[in-house]
Structures are given as structure tokens and as C-alpha cells.
């Protein structure tokens, strides 16, 4: 769980946005936008599976410039 320590003088604004952005980057929010809802393992292939051509297609792109 991410944390933080308000500066000395530091806005409550400011530091909660702090915050947010260290939960974004610890996946925190895509992990819990995850477990919102029950995927069966036939959709979890099938989101893998489009993931890892997107990865290839976007490859394969760079590597013919």
C-alpha cells in the first residue's frame, strides 16, 4: 500500500495528489479495476491473447523502420 508524509506547509491538495500518482504507479487502481468482476478463464485467454498481438503488430512496426 503506498504511502506518503506531508511536507512541512505542504496543501492537503497537493499531497493527495501525491498520493494518487503513487497508487497509479504501483497498478493499484488497475489491480482493483481487475478484481471488480469474476472473468472466466476463456475470456482471460482471450485478452491475453489479443494483448500479445497488439505487442507483436506494435513490434513489427519498429522493427521495419
Do not use: T
Not at 46 to 64: E, G, P, V
Request: glycine residues 4%.
Amino acid at each position: 500500500m503506498p504511502y506518503i508524509k506531508l511536507r512541512d506547509g505542504e496543501q492537503f491538495e497537493r499531497g493527495f495528489r501525491r498520493f494518487v500518482k503513487s497508487c497509479e504507479k504501483a497498478g493499484l487502481m488497475a489491480e482493483i479495476r481487475k478484481h471488480q468482476r469474476y472473468e472466466k478463464p476463456s475470456e482471460a485467454r482471450k485478452r491475453k491473447s489479443n494483448a500479445a498481438r497488439r505487442k507483436m503488430r506494435r513490434l513489427m512496426r519498429i522493427m521495419a523502420r
